[in-house]
């Protein structure tokens, strides 16, 4: 789940910074580098995003482990849940897979999923660095590059 939101987050981080106060969302009031978005989105939206968070978890937790009060011992998962499976296929891309190809899918998003943790945590530290954003740095990084070859 970690590498989701991570993949998640290098996409958003990335997206948000170029449509930065010219979206429809917010009335384009989140502009500026994706590390000052945070406080600048509405508080609302964020009780929102906590009940939605809240609710797939909770089902989650309802479908993945035993009732402690039944089990012989606490925090025991199910024997027919697979971990990080949520069952969400809605465009049935794993529908008529073998199991074999089901694996190397799984280790591919775990693989990204690394990556994308790495990246996030380079952008967040890059822009904690300098204040700009990922766009402006690697303008300046080219810059540099450009002036280094002459």
């Known amino acids: 789940t970690h590498g989701r939101v991570a993949m998640l987050a290098s996409l958003g981080f990335l997206v948000g910074e170029q449509v ?12 500026g580098p994706a590390i000052d978005h945070f406080q600048q989105v509405p508080t609302p939206f964020w009780g929102l ?8 978890e909770a089902s989650r937790v ?3 482990w035993q009732n ?3 089990a012989d011992k606490l925090y025991l998962l199910k024997d ?4 990080g499976d949520y069952a969400f296929d809605p465009l049935k891309l794993s529908a008529g897979k073998d199991v074999e190809w089901l694996n190397n899918m799984k280790l591919k998003e775990i693989n990204n999923g690394r990556v994308g943790m790495v ?3 380079g952008m967040i530290a890059q822009e904690l660095v300098n204040g700009l954003n990922i766009a402006a740095n690697i303008e300046s990084i080219q810059a ?3 002036v280094a070859a002459l």
Do not use: H, K, N, W
Request: aromatic share 14%; proline share 6%.
């Open 20 to 31: 930065g106060g010219s979206s429809f969302l917010f009335d384009a009031s989140v502009t």
């Open 49 to 56: 995003l906590g009940a939605v968070i809240f609710t797939v």
């Open 62 to 64: 309802q479908r993945a």
């Open 68 to 70: 402690p009060f039944e």
């Open 80 to 83: 027919d849940y697979t971990p």
């Open 119 to 121: 990246a996030i945590s």
């Open 144 to 146: 540099v590059e450009e």
